[in-house]
């Protein structure tokens, strides 16, 4: 994901198993027990940034979106062997623990001045589902250049490394610039969860096409899925190169040290194969203080671009817990100008 203007942004549409934090991620309560909440997931788009997109998968940017106002879904429809996930209507995520990219319905206008809006409603699930933990909207924001800087207000995807882990919207508000090819991202945010702020900033280097590395820092209680950690630190790397790319991501987040949380991730994809997409992942997290458990995964799968909009996935997760095995569509629409 090539982070465009502060690293957080990449596109909404991946084309294969989507690298991001599950939007089923488990929402830790106050209490710091694991429950059952969106954490998500998603992919990429260049200047002006949108906070909806979550990295891409792709070296390549997509180009901008054009002027006007349109309709748009995104929407996942698949079957797997995880107990309570044998069909779903949100995206899986490729470490095999369940769903993490919410399936939804938007509206986004653009001006021909770079200024940016949207709104998007989850449909599946993690958004709909009889034990979901999250409130509607899934994103609401406005986003405004003003000069060297990219200014976001609503709801939108916190900037955290990758967000391969921590992929998660929240209220608050956002500043993002880009110089050569250094980018950082400050955010503030209100935990729904805990009721308490949070900040997040992340700042990147990138390396020539598709090469990157970023440091991520974030503060307050409840700063990933309503847990106790209240300080994060992550370091993150995209590397690409002959069609190959890597995506990895460390992160550390805690309380106390005996609250300490690990979560790591390295993801190599093969992108030279005309429709096909193939990928290897090694997912892992460990959490002392109880509330998101101990996790292994190491992952394979393979994405065929039916059509531009159409996309089926699939992939097998020999994890810590049971084997995975999965599949889905994946289909993206959007109008034309309703203008």
Same mark, same amino acid.
């Given at each position: 994901?090539?982070?465009?203007?502060?690293?957080?942004?990449?596109?909404?549409?991946?084309?294969?198993?989507?690298?991001?934090?599950?939007?089923?991620?488990?929402?830790?309560?106050? *209490?710091?027990?694991?429950?059952?909440?969106?954490?998500?997931?998603?992919?990429?788009?260049?200047?002006?940034?949108?906070?909806?997109?979550?990295?891409?998968?792709?070296?390549?940017?997509?180009?901008?979106?054009?002027?006007?106002?349109?309709?748009?879904?995104?929407?996942?429809?698949?079957?797997?062997?995880?107990?309570?996930?044998?069909?779903?209507?949100?995206?899986?995520?490729?470490?095999?623990?369940?769903?993490?990219?919410?399936?939804?319905?938007?509206?986004?206008?653009?001006?021909?001045?770079?200024?940016?809006?949207?709104?998007?409603?989850?449909?599946?699930?993690? #958004?709909?589902?009889?034990?979901?933990?999250?409130?509607?909207?899934?994103?609401?924001?406005?986003?405004?250049?003003?000069?060297?800087?990219?200014?976001?207000?609503?709801?939108?995807?916190?900037?955290?490394?990758?967000?391969?882990?921590?992929?998660?919207?929240?209220?608050?508000?956002?500043?993002?610039?880009?110089?050569?090819?250094?980018?950082? *991202?400050?955010?503030?945010? #209100?935990?729904?969860?805990?009721?308490?702020?949070?900040? #997040?900033?992340?700042?990147?280097?990138?390396?020539?096409?598709?090469?990157?590395?970023?440091?991520?820092?974030?503060?307050?209680?409840?700063?990933?899925?309503?847990?106790?950690?209240?300080?994060?630190?992550?370091?993150?790397?995209?590397?690409?190169?002959?069609?190959?790319?890597?995506?990895?991501?460390?992160?550390?987040?805690?309380?106390?040290?005996?609250?300490?949380?690990?979560?790591?991730?390295?993801?190599?994809?093969?992108?030279?194969?005309?429709?096909?997409?193939?990928?290897?992942?090694?997912?892992?997290?460990?959490?002392?203080?109880?509330?998101?458990?101990?996790?292994?995964?190491?992952?394979?799968?393979?994405?065929?671009?039916?059509?531009?909009?159409?996309?089926?996935?699939?992939?097998?997760?020999?994890?810590?817990?049971?084997?995975?095995?999965?599949?889905?569509?994946?289909?993206?629409?959007?109008?034309?100008?309703?203008?």
């Amino acid at each position: 994901m090539r982070l465009p203007l502060a690293v957080l942004c990449c596109g909404v549409f991946c084309c294969m198993a989507p690298s991001r934090a599950r939007a089923d991620a488990p929402v830790a309560s106050d *209490a710091g027990d694991a429950g059952e909440g969106p954490k998500e997931d998603r992919p990429s788009e260049p200047q002006p940034a949108e906070p909806g997109d979550k990295p891409a998968d792709k070296a390549d940017a997509e180009a901008p979106p054009a002027p006007g106002l349109r309709a748009g879904l995104d929407f996942y429809g698949g079957v797997s062997n995880l107990e309570g996930q044998r069909r779903f209507r949100d995206g899986f995520w490729a470490a095999g623990a369940g769903l993490a990219y919410p399936s939804n319905i938007y509206l986004r206008w653009v001006s021909r001045s770079g200024a940016q809006a949207k709104l998007s409603l989850g449909i599946g699930k993690i #958004y709909t589902g009889p034990q979901s933990t999250v409130n509607q909207p899934l994103e609401a924001w406005y986003q405004k250049p003003m000069g060297r800087l990219t200014a976001t207000a609503g709801k939108y995807y916190v900037p955290f490394a990758l967000q391969e882990w921590e992929y998660e919207t929240k209220p608050g508000l956002m500043l993002q610039t880009e110089r050569g090819p250094y980018g950082v *991202a400050l955010s503030v945010n #209100y935990d729904e969860n805990t009721h308490n702020g949070n900040a #997040y900033a992340r700042a990147s280097r990138s390396f020539g096409e598709g090469n990157s590395v970023g440091v991520s820092l974030g503060a307050g209680r409840g700063l990933s899925y309503g847990s106790i950690h209240n300080r994060g630190l992550a370091f993150d790397a995209t590397i690409a190169r002959r069609g190959w790319q890597l995506l990895s991501e460390y992160m550390i987040l805690k309380r106390r040290s005996s609250d300490r949380f690990r979560f790591g991730f390295a993801r190599l994809s093969y992108e030279n194969l005309g429709r096909l997409k193939p990928f290897i992942a090694h997912y892992s997290w460990d959490d002392a203080s109880g509330a998101f458990g101990t996790f292994r995964s190491n992952s394979a799968g393979l994405g065929y671009e039916l059509s531009p909009n159409l996309i089926i996935e699939g992939g097998y997760s020999a994890t810590s817990d049971k084997n995975i095995a999965w599949g889905q569509l994946h289909w993206t629409w959007e109008s034309d100008d309703l203008r």
